[in-house]
């Protein structure tokens, strides 16, 4: 099975450099959206496809890295940030399952800020209300037949948040056959630092 992982880029380069490593060794296809120099010349030094694109409206940035899949012919495509990470086995995990399922998560994952010290915490996901059974956005795994039915295009292109949320919708209004993975051996990791600004806030979790 071929996995695709468009990586939106905005600064974070020393760990997007990790990240889009980490991907290539686990048999991954990274495809790098951003508009900054730095981004173009990581593209460049790990032999990645670059796409030029605004940080803003987010939706449309992401959109644009899914649609790119498309040219690499995969059976599936990644949802993950750059400061995202999923462990060897999920990789395996989901390329298996890929021809029973059309939509792949977890409900929970860690996160780890890294300062002067490391500091690590398990978030179960989204515990309660309507969105208690709905697999967290690190991780998702849209298979091709899903991404054909919506035109390779998960989100509204002027959306810059709620995206987790927007791309679960079109999920359920495709009626997508749900896969969630929940195994001990199978791990997601967001990490955040003070060396930079983070979208998700550790305190928070």
Same mark, same amino acid.
């Given at each position: 099975?071929?996995?695709?992982?468009?990586? /939106?880029?905005?600064?974070?380069? /020393? +760990?997007?450099?990790?990240?889009?490593?980490?991907?290539?060794?686990?048999?991954?296809?990274?495809?790098?959206?951003?508009? &900054?120099?730095?981004? +173009?010349?990581?593209?460049?030094?790990?032999?990645? *496809?670059?796409?030029?694109?605004?940080? @803003? /409206?987010?939706?449309?940035?992401?959109?644009?890295?899914?649609?790119?899949?498309?040219?690499?012919?995969?059976?599936?495509?990644?949802?993950?940030?750059?400061?995202?990470?999923?462990? @060897?086995?999920?990789?395996?995990?989901?390329?298996?399952?890929?021809?029973?399922?059309?939509?792949?998560?977890? +409900?929970?994952?860690?996160?780890?800020?890294?300062?002067? &010290?490391?500091?690590?915490?398990?978030? /179960?996901?989204?515990?309660?209300?309507?969105?208690?059974? *709905?697999?967290?956005?690190?991780?998702?795994?849209?298979?091709?037949?899903?991404?054909?039915?919506?035109?390779?295009?998960?989100?509204?292109?002027?959306?810059?948040?709620?995206? @987790?949320?927007?791309?679960? +919708?079109?999920?359920?209004?495709?009626?997508?056959?749900?896969?969630?993975?929940?195994? @001990?051996?199978?791990?997601?990791?967001?990490?955040?630092?003070?060396?930079?600004?983070?979208?998700?806030?550790? &305190?928070?979790?």
């Amino acid at each position: 099975m071929k996995l695709c992982a468009p990586v /939106p880029v905005f600064g974070r380069f /020393p +760990l997007v450099r990790l990240t889009i490593s980490r991907l290539k060794r686990q048999g991954v296809i990274p495809i790098i959206m951003g508009h &900054e120099r730095e981004a +173009l010349d990581i593209s460049k030094e790990l032999n990645v *496809e670059f796409i030029s694109i605004s940080n @803003d /409206p987010l939706g449309n940035k992401w959109n644009a890295g899914f649609m790119a899949c498309q040219n690499y012919s995969p059976d599936g495509a990644i949802f993950m940030g750059s400061s995202d990470w999923a462990s @060897d086995d999920y990789i395996q995990s989901v390329s298996d399952a890929l021809n029973d399922f059309a939509f792949i998560g977890m +409900l929970g994952c860690h996160f780890a800020d890294v300062s002067d &010290e490391v500091r690590l915490v398990h978030w /179960p996901g989204y515990a309660k209300g309507q969105r208690q059974y *709905e697999p967290i956005g690190i991780g998702r795994v849209l298979s091709n037949r899903f991404l054909d039915k919506i035109n390779w295009q998960p989100f509204d292109k002027r959306l810059n948040s709620g995206l @987790d949320w927007a791309m679960w +919708l079109r999920a359920i209004i495709s009626d997508a056959s749900i896969g969630i993975f929940d195994a @001990d051996e199978i791990q997601f990791l967001s990490i955040s630092t003070d060396k930079w600004e983070n979208k998700h806030k550790f &305190e928070d979790h």
